[in-house]
């Protein structure tokens, strides 16, 4: 494994959820991005931001890692979840808020 590869393995492992996203949560710098934010920020989770614009390495390391072409990319436990369009889905299907309480992370509104 690469350094960069390293780094994001640490990141993805090390934090119960890691949005890798263009620009940071406070100042998402594309729209997909900051779906995905509003998503997370509205159920109150919890989440470490990447910016993957700060560093051209982590950018293509994110999509070498997850073999997933596109950013934002969601992790949960390690586990890669999607980008915007499934994010999006999953959260409006319940699906998201129900995967997030089974791997133990509380949202907002939750039983």
């Not at 390391?61 to 999607?82: A, C, H, M, R």
Request: proline fraction near 4%; hydrophobic fraction near 40%; charged fraction near 20%.
């Amino acid at each position: 494994m690469s350094g960069i590869h390293e780094l994001i393995d640490s990141e993805v492992k090390s934090n119960d959820v890691v949005l890798f996203m263009k620009g940071t949560p406070q100042f998402p710098q594309c729209g997909f991005s900051g779906q995905v934010v509003q998503i997370l920020d509205y159920l109150g989770v919890d989440y470490k931001g990447v910016n993957v614009l700060a560093d051209a390495e982590i950018r293509q390391g994110i999509k070498d890692y997850s073999n997933w072409p596109t950013i934002p990319q969601l992790y949960i436990k390690g586990e890669f979840v999607g980008g915007c369009d499934i994010v999006r889905e999953m959260f409006q299907s319940g699906e998201l808020q129900t995967h997030f309480q089974d791997q133990g992370i509380a949202v907002r509104g939750a039983a």
